[in-house]
DNA sequence: CATGAATGAGCCTTCATTCAT
DNA sequence: TATGAATGAAGGCTCATTCAT
């Protein structure tokens, strides 16, 4: 039934989209570097490899690019976080072992500090993103969080807390570790694997009866 | 005899700072506003109640005025740590408590927030400030943490951990919770005084024997 | 062969070439009129009847604009010379008396005694454009000069001087006409055709055997 | 009898004609070095050793100084020429000579070239300047030079010529060396002294029978 | 659809001029 | 009288956005 609606896109519409996801792209390493004010259009074109005026026919402003990238390069973030959630199997403490190791992962990718830092510095003063990052990323995130931490309550791993109201208190260093990278990684690297352990052990240790 | 070198400031040399500490200041609520490329001088002059020009007698640039910004609004953060770090003559425990408690008021003092997100957005583009940040801040910052940390394990209050290497992760909250009542607070409102006490306890559990 | 690689320009490379053109003719203009500094690129963008952006599309800067006009306009002056070095067959007397003909006529052009002000006035600050100036006027036109004389004493008709030397000399006159009649002709018209004769002759004398 | 109008100076009015000497002579150099437009009315008042606002009790605006600044260094180059025309007892040939070679000298003084620069590149610019430039400069040794040749032609040295009439065909070649001297020495660097001598011999052979 | 030339509003910065001290 | 802090108009330059090709 479904099927009727499918569609199956012509060479023309995956030239389309693989345009408009080359601007994304463009757009995320251009804002990832310089920042949304400071990054040029021009230089996104080049970037992307289209003229200056395409970018116009995908995105109707420099702010909606930049929604758009954010909200495209959110996504690893929040859906790394779903496929423990409901099919693994273990304990609790493995699960957000796990959950939080790969926390670390995807957040030192690639541009992935820079990306945080964007969110952090310039999304406030943009109404609609923090909408959606809000509902897309934190709320899933929370509830994620609070139910591995439930599950852990309930089986008698973890201990009865206010961490679970607040969950960002448990992933706030994973966030401060990649801005550290950004910022001061030069100036006095971290061994961020050792880092990552000392945070997870210091969660578990919270967390624990 | 150090009185003869003593500068007694005249009107004039008043009437100069003020006019300085003013521009500093409507400075600091633009950038915190708008961040640093989209702030406008224009509007920092208005604010400030001076011509526009008369930025150019104290600052050399936009830049420049955006350093001294920064430095500036630090120091209470930096300050307020200082006091306990030589005083204090209770426990481990009770001076690490109580440095997260004035780490938490400083930090959702006024326009702290704000700063806090220009610092972790903006920073990384002016490399002049990074440094300044890292030497003044950080460093500071961090061996005093360190010092309480070893004091309490000296004391047999707390336990060995690489938390004294990372002390990142026992503020890492705290930063967070300012990003998140300049973000997030009007669609999820916290009661920021119960996070803190959350974090603490968090903290303590985390070094505690 | 050559045809395959022969360039027909487009028609919108031609209105880029003719924009172009257009600007430094405006450019030309206002630099005359007021002098480097003092020109506005407004008014040169008002003039070329163009946005004031789209100077920045053909030129870097407002000085690298002006080493155009200045180039550009040059030209005349320099190519007008090399017309009769190679291929006048009559006497060097004759030569040099239609060179500087051909010199007046050209310095006393449209905007020429302008330019020549400018040139005078203000390119010793810009060395790059000395630099260009010299290699390719002053030294091409001192040699020119030079071969006329040299062949002009194979002949016998001229005797050996220390003018060959100094061909500054022989030219100032007409230099120096070309500021007059910016700067003082309201004040004191000068019948430029008996002042041209009135040097030629005075040269000649100054040559001759 | 001109005795009693006769102003004795005070201290007073010592130190404001020192002090307006002072903004001149810092404007001559100013001017020379930057043009009108480009030079700076603070670096004026630096290198005059005043405050800025004190160019004001002594001008008007920048152009009343500029104007006050070209007259009163044109004058050693008017003054220079008025020794010989009255006194000097020789022939008319020695009085060219010695005219001209004094006129070599004060044009290759110190600013001299700049102020020549100044003179050709700006001087258009400001009409009340031109009208005095060729009141007080241009008519007088224009004058001078005809009585010269006068001399000349009436003691049998010197033919009846064009020259006469058109005075600037003699002095052209000295206001060009100038130029060159402050645009083209470095590139190609001159002896002066040859050059004058060449000069002068050659506007000798132009006149004499 | 795609391009990139053109635009002009907007911003940082400079500097002649003023004026309180 | 002298100063230099303050001003704001003005100009060079940028860049998001438009539009003819």
């Known amino acids: 039934m479904e099927a009727l609606k499918e569609h199956i896109p012509s060479k023309r519409e995956q030239q389309k989209e693989a345009r408009r996801n080359a601007i994304i792209d463009a757009g995320f390493q251009e804002f990832a570097l310089q920042g949304f004010t400071a990054a040029k259009l021009d230089d996104v074109a080049v970037r992307a490899g289209v ?24 996504f690893p973030l929040r859906d790394e976080a779903r496929q423990f959630a409901e099919s693994f199997q273990g304990t609790a403490t493995e699960l957000l072992t796990l959950h939080l190791e790969k926390m670390y992962e995807t957040l030192h990718q690639d541009k992935m500090p820079e990306l945080v830092a964007m969110i952090m510095g310039e999304t406030s003063r943009f109404p609609s993103l923090t909408d959606f990052f809000f509902k897309e990323m934190i709320e899933n995130h929370q509830s994620l969080l609070r139910d591995i931490i439930q599950k852990g309550v309930d089986r008698g791993e973890f201990r009865e807390s206010a961490l679970r109201q607040f ?15 950004l910022q001061f990684d030069e100036q006095s690297p971290i061994d961020f694997d050792e880092y990552a352990r000392a945070h997870i052990e210091f969660v578990l240790r919270g967390l624990k009866t």
Chains 1, 2, 3, 4 share one sequence.
């Open 51 to 74: 003229g200056k005026g395409t970018i116009y026919l995908y995105f109707d402003s420099k702010e909606a690019l930049f929604e758009e990238v954010v909200r495209k390069n959110m």
């Open 167 to 181: 969950t960002q208190i448990l992933i706030a260093p994973a966030m401060i570790s990649a801005i550290w990278r």
